[in-house]
């Protein structure tokens, strides 16, 4: 039996659960740092094959400098703090519905991960790439888009994984 509490009336009655905040907040970070490494190593070995010709980290920051020549440092910061957010809302989401553990937190963080690199690859391709900064960005195909979906896809799978294995 979990936490009691008494009501106005005087009944006793089974507190609701609560969020363990502290321990969503550490596992989301770690989940973050470990999801956006592995979404960078992705897509670097996808641009390495040349399928795409990308550099993700570059791109987001010169967006904020507006020069590729401190485009690495601010995208890299940009990238750290949205992926721990990102895993913070996958992780909150999956500890308020019941979903992290282990393997269903990995197979909802893929899930999620094929929403937000569909949704991403989408405004990638139709409305951040006309409007970026620099020449070399403006031009985003088919392949940069399915660079990104896969990138994501790999950031929710690791994300989901961490959750689920930090579940108790």
């Known amino acids: 039996m979990g936490l ?6 005087g009944n006793v009655m089974e507190a609701a659960p609560s969020l363990p ?5 550490a596992t989301a970070v770690v989940a973050g740092i470990l999801g956006g490494s592995a979404m960078v190593g992705v897509m670097k070995l996808i ?3 040349e399928w795409a010709r990308y550099d993700m980290i570059v791109a987001v920051g010169s967006m904020v400098t507006r020069t590729r020549e401190n485009g690495f440092r ?12 990102f895993a913070l809302l996958y992780t909150i989401v999956m500890w308020k519905f019941g979903l992290a553990h282990f393997p269903t937190a ?6 999620f991960g ?3 690199g569909i949704i991403v690859s989408l405004m990638l391709v139709w409305i951040v790439a006309e409007r970026h900064p620099l020449v070399e960005f403006q031009e985003a195909g ?6 990104h ?6 950031f929710g799978a690791v994300v989901g994984f961490v959750i689920g294995i930090a579940a108790p």
């Open 4 to 9: 009691l509490t008494v009501d106005s009336a």
């Open 21 to 25: 905040i502290l321990r969503i907040a």
């Open 47 to 49: 641009t390495r094959a």
């Open 74 to 85: 601010a995208g890299a910061v940009i990238h750290i703090v949205s992926a721990a957010a």
């Open 106 to 111: 990995f197979f909802t963080g893929v899930a």
């Open 114 to 116: 094929i929403v937000h």
């Open 142 to 147: 088919l392949a940069v888009g399915l660079v």
């Open 149 to 154: 979906f896969a990138g994501h896809v790999a």
